[in-house]
C-alpha cells in the first residue's frame, strides 16, 4: 500500500448554536473548501515527570491537555469566506433577497464554531466548540487572494464516515479572487501604486484549563487588527505625513498620522469582497536605497485605531443569504 493521497483533503465549516453543540452538516450554511495549504487537528501536550532517582533516564510521559489548533489556508471565494470573517469578526447583517449583501463588523463575542476535515478520503474528524483565533487575508500583484483561518478549539472526534455525504455538500468551485481584481482608496482617494495586500485580525484566543485533559472552554484576548501592503514610492505624500505631519510638511512630528484604507475585490455587481479601515495609524514606512537600481517600494505596516467604529468592516456580496 502506497499511502493515503495528500491531495484528497478538504475543509468544512459551520457556524454553531452555542457552545457544547456541535454544528450539523447542513446545505445552505455549511461551507466545504479545498486547502491551498496548512491544516487543523487534534493537539496532545505531553509532559515528562522530574523526580530524584538513581537513573539517568528521562522521567516518563503524562498528558497534560488536549485541544483543536490549526492555520488552514484557503483561496477566498464570497460564498465561503463570509463564514470565516463572521466567525472572526462577530457579527453578520444582512440585506437583500437573491442578491445579498453582508456587512460583518467586529463584536464582543465571537461565535463558537464546528470544523471538519478529510485527509485522503480515509481520515475523517470533527472539531467542535472551536473559535477563530486569527483570519488573515494576503495578495500580491497578479496572485490570487488567500485567507488563512487560526482556529483553537476543545473536542476532536475522529468520525467513521465522510460527514459530507447526507446532505451532499458539494467541494467548493466558484471564482477565486485575484489582485488584479483589487480597486485601492487611501485617504478616501483612488490609487493605482499599491501592489499587495496583507490583512490579519487577531482574536488572541486561548484555552482554559480547570480539571480535566479536556479544556473547559475558549477565551478572546484583545483584538488586534493590522494592514500592511506595498507602496510604489512615486510621491512624498504618504511618506511625509508619516514622518513631517502632512504632505508639505518638513519638521518631525510628534502626531500620530492616521488615514483610511479601502481594499475592494469585485467579480461583476452582485460579488465581492471589500475591507474597510476608518483609521489606520501608520508604524512601518521604510524607504529604503536600492543598488541594483530598481524603483523603491515601501512596505507599509499600520494598525487600526481604536476610536473608529467599527475598527474594521468586511462586505461580502453573493448568493449565500445566511451562515
Excluded at 476543545?154 to 481584481?181: E, F, H, K, M, Q
Excluded at 485580525?201 to 480535566?212: E, G
Amino acid at each position: 500500500m502506497a499511502g493515503l493521497r495528500g491531495n484528497t483533503a478538504w475543509l468544512m465549516a459551520a457556524k454553531q448554536s452555542a457552545k457544547g453543540t456541535a454544528a450539523t452538516v447542513a446545505t445552505l450554511t455549511t461551507h466545504k473548501v479545498p486547502f491551498s495549504g496548512g491544516t487543523i487537528a487534534p493537539v496532545h501536550t505531553i509532559d515528562n515527570l522530574s523526580e530524584t532517582d538513581s537513573s539517568r533516564d528521562q522521567g516518563v510521559s503524562f498528558l497534560t491537555t488536549a485541544g483543536v489548533e490549526g492555520s488552514p489556508e484557503v483561496y477566498v471565494r464570497d460564498p465561503s469566506i463570509g463564514l470565516f470573517l463572521l466567525g472572526a469578526f462577530g457579527a453578520d447583517a444582512v440585506t437583500g433577497s437573491s442578491n445579498y449583501t453582508h456587512t460583518i463588523t467586529p463584536a464582543a463575542t465571537i461565535p463558537y464554531m464546528t470544523f471538519w476535515r478529510n485527509i485522503g478520503d480515509t481520515l475523517w474528524e470533527r472539531y467542535q466548540d472551536c473559535f477563530v483565533d486569527q483570519v488573515t487575508m494576503t495578495a500580491n500583484a497578479g496572485q490570487p487572494l488567500t485567507a488563512t483561518i487560526g482556529v483553537n478549539g476543545l473536542i476532536p472526534t475522529r468520525l467513521t464516515s465522510d460527514p459530507s455525504t447526507s446532505p451532499a455538500i458539494p467541494l467548493a468551485s466558484s471564482y477565486v479572487y485575484n489582485y488584479n481584481d483589487c480597486t485601492v482608496q487611501l485617504g478616501g482617494g483612488a490609487t493605482a501604486l499599491v501592489s499587495s495586500f496583507e490583512f490579519t485580525l487577531n482574536n488572541n484566543v486561548t484555552r482554559q484549563q480547570t480539571d480535566a485533559f479536556l479544556p473547559y472552554d475558549v477565551v478572546t484576548g484583545t483584538r488586534e487588527v493590522t494592514l500592511g501592503f506595498d507602496l510604489i514610492f512615486e510621491t512624498l505624500d504618504e511618506y511625509n505625513k508619516f514622518h513631517y505631519g502632512g504632505i508639505s510638511g518638513t519638521s518631525v512630528s510628534s502626531t500620530i498620522y492616521t488615514t483610511s484604507a479601502d481594499f475592494q475585490f469585485d467579480n461583476g455587481a452582485n460579488n465581492q469582497v471589500k475591507l474597510t479601515f476608518p483609521s489606520l495609524a501608520y508604524n512601518e514606512f521604510p524607504v529604503e536605497p536600492n543598488p541594483g537600481g530598481d524603483p523603491v517600494t515601501v512596505s507599509v505596516r499600520a494598525i487600526a485605531q481604536r476610536g473608529a467604529s467599527p475598527v474594521v468592516t468586511a462586505v461580502v456580496k453573493n448568493q449565500q443569504a445566511n451562515y
